[in-house]
């Protein structure tokens, strides 16, 4: 039985909401990388039953790839308190994988939130829409 949750545009606001920690693998069936990632994160689930683990099958999802600006796959986000603290593309290996997720967990929320908020204040005093440098996109 797989440990991961099959995320969908009726599934992602709720799963996001009732739980504090939750990694989002977005892939595609045809998508070699995708494929190569699956067993990783698959075990990194094993390895992590306090978190969520979703996937995102952008073809079946395209709205929530769209929503999230997905231009490649596969891309992981990691989303804690409602607030992305991680995006990147690419298939990362294990070791890598277990670095972000423990770095993810040492996050002060509180200091990830006040961050964002002076970000969008100062995009608000500048006149600019939120478009770019939206939290936690890029790599952390």
């Not at 990194?44 to 073809?59: C, M, Q, R, Y």
């Amino acid at each position: 039985m797989s440990s991961t949750v099959e995320l969908t545009k009726e599934n992602f606001d709720q799963t996001v909401t009732d739980n504090e920690f939750v990694l989002i693998d977005f892939w595609a069936a045809w998508c070699g990388p995708c494929r190569q990632f699956s067993p990783v994160y698959e075990k990194a689930a094993k390895e992590n039953p306090d978190l969520v683990f979703g996937k995102v099958d952008t073809e079946a999802q395209p709205e929530l790839a769209a929503a999230f600006g997905i231009q490649s796959i596969p891309t992981l986000m990691i989303v804690r308190d409602q607030v992305a603290v991680f995006a990147q593309p690419g298939a990362l290996p294990e070791a890598a994988l277990t670095d972000v997720i423990g770095q993810a967990r040492k996050l002060d929320m509180d200091e990830v939130r006040k961050a964002v908020a002076e970000q969008q204040a100062q995009q608000g005093e500048q006149g600019q829409p939120g478009e770019q440098g939206q939290p936690g996109r890029g790599g952390q």
